[in-house]
Structure formats: C-alpha cells, structure tokens
C-alpha cells in the first residue's frame, strides 16, 4: 500500500534534514581540505601536510556519508524486511579504516622525519595560522551540526561525519602549536624545537586513532545487532535489564521468555516473548500485548515490537482452569464444569468431574466416544488428582430453525405471559425468545475405575427400543421481566424461581426458562 501524503511529509523531513547537513559538510571539507594543502606546500610544514590529508580524508568519509544516507532511508522492500538502515553502520564502518590508515602514514612521515633528523626549511607566514583558524571554525560547527543531526535522527553516518570534523578541529591546533614551536625555535636558535611539526603529526595520529577505535566499536555493535541504547548514561546491559524489568512489571506477565533488540540505521526492532497464563482471554492478552509495546518503546522510542504470547500454567490456576485449558488446546467447547472431592470406602479416592461437551450434530456416536475418551486422558495428566470423569455430551446446533416450529413458539409466548398475569409484581414480560435443540443428550456414564463408558461396559445397559425422552425436541425460553424499581432482590429471585415452576407446570415440553429480571424506569437492556 503506498503511504498517503501525511504519512510521506513525515518521513520525508529527517531525510532533507540529513541530506542537507551531509551536503554541507562534503563542501566544507572540500574548501578545508584546499586551503591547507596550499598552506602545507607554501610553508613546506609536515604538519599542515598531514593536516591537509586529514582534510583529505574527511572529504573522502563526507562523500560516503552523503551516498550512505541517500540509500539508507529507502523504505523495507520484500527482500530487505528491516529497510536499509545498516548502509550507514557500514559506511561509517568503511571509514574507521581511512581513518586509521591515515593514522599509520602520519607516524611513518614523523618517525622518518625524526628519526633521520630531516631539517625542516618553514617559510615564516601567518597564512597558515589563518587557515588552521578558519579550519578549526568550520570544524567546531559542523561537528556539533552533524553530532545534534545525528542523535537527532539516530544516524551513524551523520555521527561518524561528526567525529572525523571533531578530530579534524582538535588536529588542526595541535598542528598549530607545531608550527608556533618551530618558528620559535628558529628565532630563538632552539633546534630541539624544529621536533615540535613531527611531534605535533604524531599528537594528531593519536587523536584519530583513539576516536577512530570508539567510532569502530560503536559499528560493529550495530552490525551485530548489539543491544541498542538510548540513554548514553546508561550501559547495553543495563539497557536491556531495565527493559526486563519493566516487562515483568506488567500485571499478568508471569515471565520474560526472550527479549531481542536491535537497531537499522534510525529505526529499532524489538522481539518480545511473554510468558502469559494460558486462561487468559483475548482482549487481555491484547492489552498486555499493548503494555508491553509501551514499555519497550519508553527505552527505544518508536522501535517496531513484536510480542509472542506464551501459554504458561499459572501457581493461581484451578482445577477448572486447567481442565478448561485442556479443552481450549483442542479448540473444544466444555461448560458446567464441577469437580468434587471423594474419599469414600467404595470409590477410588481422588476428584471426580462432571462436564458437558459440545460437538458438532453430524458426528457419528463412535467418533465423539473417542474424542471424550482422547480429552479425558489428557486431563488426567494434566490433574493427576482426578480419578474420575463423566463427560455428558451435546451436540452443537448447526441448521437454521425450521419455519414450521414458529407458530408453537408463539404458543408458549402467550402461555408465558398469561401464567405471568398471575403475579402482581410483574408489570411486564418482553423480549421473549423460544430455542429448539434436536435430539442430543447423550450421557456417557464412568465405570467405577473412571473414564467415558464404552458399549462393551458390563455395567452399563442399553435399551432394545429408543426412549421417546431421547429423541424429542428440547426447548429452551427466554424473556425480559419488568418488576418495580424498589423491589428488594430477595422478593426478586422469589417472584422469578415462582414464575419459573408455574410456567413449566404449564408448559411441561420446556425444559428451561431463563428469565433477565429489569427495573421498570429501565427495562431495555
């Protein structure tokens, strides 16, 4: 889907920002780099000829910024799913070995030079003193653009840019002061002095190659996907303790199964795994899933979180959430779940539970057998304590009421309302509704050891004809019941369970009547 203008202006303005300051600093460095290879060569100074490499080489290091910057903000594509954000580490990692070979020449030219005790013939001029000034001027101000643009929009080119101007700047006086000691030294006739250039080339090579082992180290953590950190005051590890913490602090979060971070070029990723209590619902788990994000985004502000929910057993889990739990990993539907303690003389000691399971109309007696007799297994190893279970089966309605039933159900609406005349308190009966459910109460009884009976049970029978109790329609009503605002709910559930028996003493064939009692000033939910 392509991303709609305000969702483009956005991304777009870090992008121009970047470009701009990258820009920039490849004009600056090349104008730098210029001046002090004239200076270098008018003054016949190592120092400014090596300051001038320097330049040189930041020239180089701004190129590559800009061209890094220019293909690490294309957009994720089906081949790169993180974007191209690690083209800036790895250019700024490129640009860790110029800066050290540089480092390398410079020590071999002063060395040389010291060593072999080569006289150095300066011309006395204060243009190279002009230049190193305005060198150290441009240096502090980009340097201090690209490290804001670059924390700004968490960028390792704009940062690597950054350093290379930083080291420049503090070369640059370095090499100053070289040249302030040599001419010195020749007005004053100091030889030791004229060591002052070399020794001020080897200042710089040391100053490059401290940053340069900083700035290297920063990279490839970021190529090996290193635990990112926001706050430079604290450390990758506790970064990442932090995050744990905060994730486990999460109510309902019983453990921090894996935690994954990294980070491609501006953009964080974060993989979460939770562990959750297995009886937990939908919607719950989304808002811990939400919570969770939020914590992760407070230490890596807008990483892009995936959490894994992990089922996990609970210390707080009852038996009837753990037997729920064995039905939901079979994507089954039980309810009127009761478990009871026994400890009698004729009946193994343990807990006995009685549960009604759905299963599809159209399945074949034979299957739903196996299937209780598979469930029942599974949840005695997930309860060892159960000895026994009976499992009464119900088949779930699939079909659509058929039109021929809706004239009888308007026969037990109006038989309904004229057994509710009968009681004052009842000023209204709305919203009835009459369900059907075919043939379906198979009961499954246990043998005295436990488990569904199979149809080899000695104990069971089975009887020669079908009853007409097993096979008839069971019906099921509902209604809305008004009754005054100010009726105690004693007399409430008194008037409901008397409208219950009296309604079913008239209409025997309902095998249930649920009844939502209401307050007259409010009767519609």
Same mark, same amino acid.
């Given at each position: 889907?392509?991303?709609?203008?305000?969702?483009?202006a956005?991304?777009?303005a870090?992008?121009a920002a970047?470009?701009?300051?990258?820009?920039?600093?490849?004009?600056a460095?090349?104008?730098v780099?210029l001046?002090?290879?004239?200076a270098?060569l008018?003054?016949?100074?190592?120092?400014m000829?090596s300051?001038s490499?320097h330049?040189?080489?930041?020239?180089?290091?701004?190129?590559i910024t800009l061209?890094?910057?220019q293909?690490?903000d294309?957009?994720a594509?089906?081949?790169?799913?993180y974007g191209?954000?690690?083209?800036?580490?790895?250019?700024?990692?490129?640009?860790?070995f110029?800066?050290?070979?540089?480092?390398?020449?410079?020590?071999?030219?002063a060395v040389?030079?010291?060593v072999?005790?080569?006289h150095?013939?300066?011309k006395r001029?204060?243009?190279?003193f002009?230049?190193l000034?305005?060198?150290i001027a441009v240096d502090?101000?980009?340097s201090r653009?690209?490290?804001?643009?670059?924390l700004?929009h968490?960028s390792?080119a704009?940062?690597?840019?950054?350093v290379?101007?930083?080291?420049?700047?503090?070369?640059?006086?370095a090499?100053?002061?070289g040249?302030?000691a040599?001419?010195?030294g020749?007005?004053?006739a100091?030889?030791?002095?004229?060591?002052?250039d070399?020794?001020?080339?080897?200042?710089?090579?040391?100053?490059?190659?401290?940053? %340069?082992w #900083?700035?290297a !180290?920063?990279t490839?953590d970021?190529l =090996?996907? &290193?635990?990112?950190s926001?706050? @430079?005051?604290? %450390?990758r #590890?506790?970064t !990442?303790s932090?995050l744990?913490?905060? =994730?486990? &602090?999460i109510p309902g979060?019983? @453990?921090?199964d894996?935690? #994954?971070?990294? !980070?491609?070029?501006?953009n964080y990723?974060?993989d979460v795994a939770?562990?959750?209590?297995?009886?937990?619902t939908?919607?719950?788990?989304e808002q811990i899933?939400l919570a969770a994000?939020?914590a992760?985004r407070?230490h890596?502000?807008?990483a892009?979180?995936?959490?894994?929910?992990v089922p996990?057993?609970?210390?707080?889990?009852s038996v009837?959430?753990?037997?729920?739990a064995?039905a939901?990993?079979?994507?089954?539907a039980i309810h009127?779940?009761?478990?009871q303690?026994f400890d009698?003389?004729h009946v193994?000691?343990?807990l006995h539970?009685?549960?009604h399971?759905?299963?599809d109309?159209?399945m074949?007696?034979?299957?739903?057998?196996?299937?209780?007799?598979?469930?029942?297994a599974?949840m005695?190893r997930?309860?060892?304590a159960?000895s026994?279970?009976l499992?009464?089966?119900e088949s779930?309605?699939a079909?659509?009421?058929?039109?021929?039933?809706?004239?009888?159900d308007r026969?037990?609406?109006?038989?309904l309302r004229r057994?509710?005349?009968?009681?004052p308190e009842i000023?209204?009966i709305?919203?009835?509704?009459?369900t059907?459910?075919g043939?379906?109460?198979?009961?499954?009884a246990?043998s005295?050891?436990?488990?569904?009976?199979?149809?080899?049970?000695?104990l069971?029978?089975?009887?020669?004809?079908?009853?007409?109790?097993?096979i008839?329609?069971?019906?099921?009503?509902s209604c809305?019941?008004?009754?005054p605002?100010?009726l105690p709910?004693?007399?409430?559930h008194a008037v409901?369970t008397?409208?219950e028996g009296?309604?079913k003493?008239?209409a025997p064939?309902?095998?249930?009547?649920?009844?939502?009692?209401?307050?007259a000033?409010?009767?519609?939910?």
């Amino acid at each position: 889907m392509s991303p709609t203008p305000t969702e483009a202006a956005p991304a777009a303005a870090p992008h121009a920002a970047k470009r701009s300051a990258a820009l920039f600093s490849v004009c600056a460095a090349a104008v730098v780099t210029l001046l002090k290879l004239i200076a270098g060569l008018v003054t016949g100074s190592l120092g400014m000829l090596s300051e001038s490499a320097h330049s040189g080489i930041d020239l180089i290091a701004s190129a590559i910024t800009l061209f890094s910057i220019q293909a690490a903000d294309r957009p994720a594509d089906e081949v790169h799913n993180y974007g191209h954000g690690k083209i800036e580490s790895l250019s700024a990692f490129v640009e860790t070995f110029i800066m050290l070979a540089s480092c390398l020449w410079l020590v071999w030219e002063a060395v040389h030079r010291i060593v072999y005790r080569h006289h150095l013939d300066l011309k006395r001029s204060l243009w190279p003193f002009a230049v190193l000034l305005l060198s150290i001027a441009v240096d502090f101000t980009r340097s201090r653009t690209l490290g804001r643009l670059a924390l700004e929009h968490r960028s390792d080119a704009l940062a690597a840019d950054a350093v290379h101007f930083a080291t420049d700047m503090w070369a640059s006086l370095a090499v100053m002061l070289g040249l302030a000691a040599t001419y010195t030294g020749e007005r004053f006739a100091l030889p030791w002095l004229e060591y002052a250039d070399p020794i001020a080339a080897i200042l710089v090579a040391g100053v490059i190659l401290r940053v %340069s082992w #900083r700035l290297a !180290r920063l990279t490839i953590d970021t190529l =090996l996907d &290193a635990t990112p950190s926001e706050d @430079s005051s604290h %450390s990758r #590890r506790q970064t !990442r303790s932090q995050l744990m913490d905060d =994730l486990a &602090a999460i109510p309902g979060v019983l @453990s921090v199964d894996r935690l #994954r971070t990294r !980070r491609s070029g501006a953009n964080y990723f974060a993989d979460v795994a939770l562990g959750l209590p297995r009886n937990l619902t939908f919607q719950r788990s989304e808002q811990i899933t939400l919570a969770a994000t939020e914590a992760v985004r407070r230490h890596l502000p807008g990483a892009d979180v995936v959490v894994h929910p992990v089922p996990t057993a609970s210390v707080e889990e009852s038996v009837h959430d753990r037997i729920r739990a064995v039905a939901a990993r079979r994507n089954l539907a039980i309810h009127e779940i009761s478990v009871q303690q026994f400890d009698l003389p004729h009946v193994a000691p343990g807990l006995h539970v009685e549960q009604h399971l759905e299963v599809d109309e159209a399945m074949p007696l034979r299957q739903a057998h196996a299937l209780v007799t598979e469930l029942e297994a599974e949840m005695r190893r997930e309860v060892p304590a159960i000895s026994s279970i009976l499992t009464h089966i119900e088949s779930e309605p699939a079909t659509i009421e058929r039109p021929a039933s809706l004239e009888p159900d308007r026969d037990l609406e109006l038989r309904l309302r004229r057994v509710a005349a009968g009681f004052p308190e009842i000023l209204d009966i709305h919203d009835v509704l009459v369900t059907r459910r075919g043939p379906h109460a198979i009961h499954l009884a246990p043998s005295i050891f436990g488990g569904a009976a199979d149809q080899t049970d000695p104990l069971r029978e089975y009887p020669s004809e079908p009853n007409p109790e097993h096979i008839r329609d069971h019906i099921q009503v509902s209604c809305h019941c008004t009754l005054p605002d100010d009726l105690p709910m004693a007399r409430v559930h008194a008037v409901i369970t008397a409208l219950e028996g009296a309604f079913k003493l008239d209409a025997p064939e309902v095998d249930r009547l649920l009844i939502h009692p209401e307050p007259a000033t409010d009767n519609r939910r």
